[in-house]
C-alpha cells in the first residue's frame, strides 16, 4: 500500500490538474459560444451562394466554366483541416480516420493531401510522405488563409495537376456532437434548378457574373469548413476538458479514501503497538 505522503501528493497533483481541466472548460465555453455564431451565420450565406450559382449556370446555358466540368485524369487531391492544439478528445483522431479512409477508396487512390493544422499535419508528414503538398500550420482559421487554401487548390485543378479536390472537415452539431465530413469542392457540384424557380435578369451579363460567382463559391466553401472545424474543436475540448474534470474528482474521492483508510491503519497498529507494551511491562 502507497505512503500516506506519497497518497497526498498524489491527491495535490491531481487537484492542481484539475483546476486546469477546469480553466481550459472555462475558456472553449467562451470561445465555443463565438466560433457557433460565426458558423451558423454563414451556414444561410453559403446556401443562398449556391442556390445563386445553380440559376446563373442554368441561365448560361452552353457557356460553361473550367470549375464546372470534369477534371483531368491525375489523382485527386484533398484538403484535411484539424486543429494545431490536442486536448480534445478524439476530434483529430477522427478526421484523420476519415481521410485515410478516403485515401484507400478509388477516389482517392494516389491522391495528393493538404493539411490544415499541425495535428494533422504531423501525422500526414509521417505516414503520407512525398504525398503531402502544402502545409497550413499554426494559422488562423480567416478569410484569409481559406483565400489563399482556395487558390493554390484551384490553380492546380485548372493546370490539371489534380482531377478533384476534397475537403475533410468536421461539421459542427452541437456542443457535444460533431461529426467528420468529406465534401467534394472541384468540380463544382450545382444543383438542379426546378421549373417553380422564378427568372431573374443580372447585370452583368450571366456569363461575366458565373466567373465571379465560381470563384467566390469555392472561397466561401472552404471559409465556411474552416469556420464549422473551429467551432467543433472547441465544442470537442469542452467536452474533453469536462469530462477530464470529474475523472479527476472521482480520482481524489478514490484517494482521500484511500488516504484514510492508511492513516487509520497506522493508528490501529500504533495502539497495538501501545497496549502490547503495557501488557510487556505487566508481565
Known sequence: MPSLKHTRKRIVSVRNTQQITKAMKMVSAAKLRRAQEAAENARPYA????????????????????????????????????????????????????????????????????????????YFRKHAGPSLRDRYVNRAFDIELAREVARNAAGRFLSGSVGAVYVVYSQFRSAIAQSPALVRLLPVETATRSATDVEYLYEPEPAGLLQLLVARYIETKVYQAMLEATASEHGARMTAMDSAARNASDMIDRLTLQMNRARQATITTELMEIVGGAEALKG
Not at 457557356?63 to 484539424?82: Q, R
Not at 492544439?85 to 493538404?114: M, P, W
Request: some cysteine.
Open 47 to 122: 446556401r443562398r451562394l449556391e442556390e445563386l450559382l445553380a440559376n446563373v449556370s442554368a441561365t448560361v446555358g452552353d457557356a460553361t466554366h473550367p470549375f464546372l466540368e470534369p477534371g483531368s485524369d491525375a489523382p485527386a487531391e484533398v484538403i484535411v483541416i484539424t486543429s494545431d492544439r490536442g486536448l480534445c478528445g478524439g476530434y483529430n483522431a477522427n478526421l484523420i480516420k476519415k481521410a485515410e479512409a478516403f485515401l484507400r477508396s478509388e477516389e482517392g487512390r494516389e491522391a495528393t493531401i493538404v493539411t490544415c493544422g499541425r495535428r494533422g499535419d504531423d
